[in-house]
């Protein structure tokens, strides 16, 4: 059992920037697919980025460019650093773990364990 906590949501004017975090419980961190994805209400929880067991990163098209993902093995923590945040980008984000790869790592589907969520508010 793996437990997932994200931290670091807030409200942000467009243009600017955060940095989320998902703590886990587990200590083989390293050996696990990660992930952010996002749902906003009447919508479909979107995958926004991935990173597999070999370090290799997947992005959404709509935020290549600004997002980028990483991870502190040592830590057990996964980041999502945002930058040039726009008022579309507002959702809730949570953090997904699955052991080993994902055929599919932008998919939910994909993914055992997840988060509770921390909301990003981006304002025009």
């Known amino acids: 059992q793996v437990q997932l906590v994200e931290s670091g949501g807030g409200s942000v004017q467009a243009g600017g920037s955060l940095r989320l975090s998902c703590a886990a419980s587990s200590s083989t961190y390293s050996s696990y697919t990660l992930s952010w994805f996002r749902q906003s209400p009447g919508n479909e929880r979107e995958g926004v980025a991935a990173?597999?067991?070999?370090?290799?990163?997947s992005y959404a098209d709509s935020v290549k460019g600004r997002f980028t993902i990483s991870q502190d093995n040592a830590k057990s923590t996964l980041f999502l650093q945002m930058n040039s945040l726009k008022p579309e980008d507002t959702a809730m984000y949570y953090c997904?773990?699955?052991?080993?790869?994902?055929?599919?790592?932008?998919?939910?589907?994909?993914?055992?364990?997840w988060g509770q969520g921390t909301q990003v508010t981006v304002s025009s």
């Open positions: 990173i597999d067991v070999g370090g290799f990163t």
């Open positions: 997904a773990a699955e052991p080993g790869g994902a055929w599919f790592p932008l998919s939910p589907a994909e993914y055992k364990y």
